[in-house]
Each structure stands twice: as structure tokens, then as C-alpha cells.
């Protein structure tokens, strides 16, 4: 299947969808509308939804119309359908981490996450919330009562997780934007295989205020969309501090989107393919897809060097063990008693982590520590690092190992960059030679998230992978 034969351009992005509005092309009402019909006609077999609010979201189109004709201002998302990952409260429906586990009292206490108060303060209409893996680990289990995420662009693949929904919805049209979070690739994984872009920004820079956690010192809460451009203006909205968390930063928020002038001039981006750990773990197509994609960068007026990441295997294994151990701690008291409730590949991790040593802890935060130095003294020499986001397409769901889900990081780049903290955009470079997207990932220095929403924005000005979808099936599958 050839990119001509399955994918043809869309041009619906947050961006393109205000200035309708303001135009008049559009309502906010229609927007939703279509929205709404999108997911009935294509949730039952990608699986996006846990919970839908369409009647809430209709009202709040309506009033944005009233707004609009009483010519009244408009805030940054006015009339903007979004997702929102269900381990994010909300107080308009349950949340669940996608479990049987989880005490609904727990979200009743929370009310609004502060990630969903801040979209809804500047306008944001959240349709529903989205899939998950369960409590945002591990692999689809078939034996549990939720939905399979499905990838649009082969419906036997994966969407990736664990922001599963958040990234399949945006190809089916469900909504134009939404939020995931990411702790060992959980935003940029289901970006590279849904081919959307995924925005994971320094450790801290958005609030985990009512975000069901996973493993506190590596969880970050960020957004997906179809471009690195509503990306920033979606982080403009999310960024900030929080006092309600104890890890969010003081570090002062700065204009991502004017940010964005499409010039890489000035910019020295080191690049590393990262090949060496893949061995046969890597798509045909992959080498020749990320060289175009760096060549694309330096046409952008880049200056291009080779570098290699430093400690790669030590660092990705710290996040594994620091993520195994976190989450066991978290999660000890119901594991004891419910144990056969969780999900398959979820209790495996946590039971994993069960084993982890009080040392094994804590040498492996010091590993991070000396992989954090030796990581801000490269880019003392070089403003972006660029790798591969992974080597391969989305895996058939049929081959996933339920016991050992930490097989599908085979060929993906993603843990390596939790540990570090590093903000790190993936950004899709075109599809496999059986038609499912590739990605590549751009880096850079702690909170200087403008500068890789710069570069991410100026290769997209550049390519049009961003703006491919796939022919949608309304076919339910088995």
C-alpha cells in the first residue's frame, strides 16, 4: 500500500479551525457537530473512548456561538473539541486509569485536574475522555471489560500507549487536540505510531495535579495534536506553575507560538540514529525516512553534527527500574488484595517492581544524575538533539506478549528521555513500506521548550507527513 493508494491530506488543525471561526466559515456548533459524528462512526473500532460528554459539549458549542454573535472576544480555545486521557479528573465523568481498580471516590475528591481546568478555562469543549492502558502501563488486555485502541491507519496495529485515544482520535476526527501523559514514552509512542505529534515538555513545566500517577519522579502531562504548532499553543495553556503539585516548577512560561518564525538559522542540532541498539529491530524504510527528515532540518538552515546521546543503555534502564519501582510502591496495598483484578501486562510490571531493592532505587537514581550532567554538557555544544523516536511501525495487537509488555519498546527510543527530564517533541517523517507511520524525535535543554516547538514547527512548514490520514473502515472488528 503505497502513501498515494492510503492516505490523502487534511487540513483541519486547531489553528485552521479558529480562524474559520473567527471568520464566520464555521459554528461552533457544526464544529462539534462533526466531532460527535466522527466518533460514532469510527469509536466502536479504534476504541478512543472510555466515556463520552456530548451533551455537555453541545451546550458549551452553543454558548460559544452566542459569544461569537454578541461579538464578544474570543479565548484562545473558544469552541475547540479536545480529549482528554482518562487518568485526568474531571468532574463531568468518571475516571478510571482504564481499571477495575481504581476507587471512583478517589476522582470525586480531585474534581478537575488542573491540566482540564486550564483547557476549559480558555475555552476548550472536552468531548470525552480517551483509552488508556491501564493506570498507563503495559498492553491491551482483551480479558478485561474496556475498549482495544486501534491504530487508523491498520486497524489490527496498536494505537501505542499509554495516551492511546488521545492520539488515534485525532486521525478519526473525534476532536482537534488533546492531553496524555508520558513516563517512559507514553505521549510519543502513540504519536509515532498514529503519525501525529506528540509534545513531552521538561519535568515539571505542566501540572500532574490530579493526574492518576504512575511513577512520580518520570510522569509528565502534555499535548498531542496534528501539528507542532497547536502543540504550542495548546502548552501555552497547560504550562504554569502549580502549587497543588510538588514537582511543578517556578520557571517562568514563555510565547511558544511567536516562537515559531519557521528559521532554523543559528540553530546547531546534533544528530544521532541511534542504529547501534536497534540491530534487527528496524523498519527497511526507517534509514532512508529519518536521513530526509535531517535534511530537512538543515534546509531550514541548521547547521547538522553528529553526536552519540551518552548513556543510552544505563539511562533507559533507569527509567525502567525507577518506573517498575515507583509504581509497585504505589499501587503495594491493592496489589495485595486485588491482585487478579488488574490488567495482565500492568500486573506484571508492578509485580516486577515489587522486587526492586531500596539500593537498586536508589543506585539507579544516581546513575540519572550523572546521565542528566553528561546530557546538559552536550548541549553546551549543540542547541537540538535529533534521533529516531523507533525504528518500527505499530506492532499487530495479535503480537503483543501480554506477560512481557515491555517487548513493545523494541526498536523505540522513547524511556531513554524520561529520566533526563529533556523536553521532546516526535514528529511523524512518513510511513513504512506496509503504509504505518514513522517518527522522529527532536530534543532540547531543560525548559527551553520554544526552541524544539521552533524546530518541530519549521520541519512540518517543510513536509507534509503531518497532514496524511488514513482511509478510515467503519468495519467493527472482532
Known amino acids: 500500500m503505497t502513501e498515494t493508494d492510503s492516505t490523502a491530506p487534511v487540513f483541519t488543525t486547531i489553528a485552521e479551525a479558529r480562524a474559520q471561526l473567527r471568520r464566520g466559515d464555521v459554528s461552533v456548533a457544526e464544529l462539534v457537530a462533526g466531532a460527535l459524528a466522527a466518533a460514532d462512526a469510527h469509536d466502536e473500532t479504534f476504541g478512543v473512548f472510555l466515556a463520552r460528554f456530548e451533551e455537555r459539549a453541545r451546550a458549551q458549542a452553543a454558548a460559544v456561538d452566542r459569544k461569537i454573535a454578541a461579538g464578544e472576544a474570543l479565548a484562545p480555545l473558544d469552541g475547540i473539541p479536545l480529549g482528554v486521557k482518562d487518568i485526568f479528573a474531571h468532574s463531568a465523568g468518571p475516571t478510571t486509569a482504564q481499571s477495575s481498580v481504581l476507587d471512583p471516590a478517589w476522582a470525586k475528591t480531585v474534581g478537575d485536574a488542573t491540566v482540564v481546568r486550564r483547557l476549559e478555562q480558555a475555552g476548550g469543549i472536552v468531548v470525552g475522555k480517551t483509552t488508556t492502558m491501564e493506570f498507563a502501563v503495559g498492553v491491551p488486555d482483551p480479558e478485561k471489560p474496556f475498549p482495544i485502541p486501534r491504530n487508523p491507519w491498520d486497524a489490527q496495529r496498536w494505537a501505542g500507549g499509554s495516551s492511546s485515544g488521545s492520539a488515534s482520535g485525532l486521525l478519526t476526527g473525534a476532536f482537534l487536540g488533546a492531553v496524555g501523559t508520558d513516563t517512559s514514552g507514553s505521549l510519543r509512542i502513540p504519536a509515532a505510531f498514529c503519525g501525529i505529534t506528540g509534545f513531552k515538555p521538561t519535568f515539571g513545566r505542566v501540572s500532574k495535579s490530579g493526574v492518576v500517577p504512575l511513577a512520580y519522579t518520570l510522569d509528565h502531562a502534555g499535548p498531542l495534536a496534528r501539528t507542532a504548532a497547536d502543540c504550542a499553543l495548546l502548552l501555552e495553556i497547560l504550562a504554569g506553575h502549580d502549587a ?10 514563555v510565547d511558544y507560538t511567536a516562537a515559531l518564525t519557521g528559521d532554523l538559522h543559528g540553530l546547531t542540532i546534533g544528530v544521532d540514529n541511534l542504529d547501534r541498539f536497534v540491530g534487527d529491530a528496524h523498519d527497511p524504510q526507517q534509514p532512508q525516512r529519518f536521513s530526509a527528515a535531517v535534511d530537512a532540518l538543515r534546509d531550514c538552515g541548521a547547521t547538522i553534527v553528529p553526536v552519540e546521546i551518552p548513556m543510552y543503555v544505563e539511562t533507559t534502564a533507569t527509567t525502567l527500574i525507577v518506573l517498575a519501582a515507583e ?26 517492581g515489587s ?22 554538557e552536550l548541549y553546551t555544544e549543540v542547541d537540538l538533539v535529533v534521533t529516531p523516536t523507533g525504528h518500527l511501525g505499530a506492532p499487530r495487537i495479535d503480537a503483543m506478549e ?17 529520566s533526563l527530564g529533556n523536553p521532546t517533541i516526535a514528529v511523524p517523517i512518513g510511513l513504512t513500506g506496509d503504509g504505518v507511520p514513522l517518527s522522529m524525535s527532536i530534543s532540547g535543554r531543560h525548559f527551553d521548550e520554544a526552541t524544539v516547538l521552533r524546530a518541530g514547527d519549521a520541519f512540518q512548514r517543510r513536509t507534509d507527513h503531518h497532514r496524511l490520514t488514513p482511509a478510515l473502515s467503519r468495519k467493527v472488528l472482532p
Not at 504505589?330 to 516486577?352: E, K, M
Not at 537514581?365 to 546538559?376: D, E, G, I, P, T
Open 244 to 253: 497543588e503539585d510538588p514537582y511543578s516548577s517556578t520557571e517562568p512560561v
Open 327 to 352: 509504581s509497585a510502591a504505589y499501587h503495594r496495598p491493592t496489589l495485595r488484595s486485588r491482585y487478579n483484578d488488574y490488567a495482565r501486562g500492568s500486573r506484571v510490571v508492578f509485580a516486577a
Open 355 to 376: 522486587t526492586i531493592s531500596g539500593a537498586d532505587y536508589i543506585q539507579a537514581q544516581r546513575v540519572r544524575h550523572v546521565a542528566q550532567r553528561k546530557m546538559a
Open 402 to 418: 501480554q506477560l512481557n509488555p515491555v517487548s513493545v519498546l523494541a526498536g523505540l527510543h522513547t524511556p531513554y528521555w524520561n
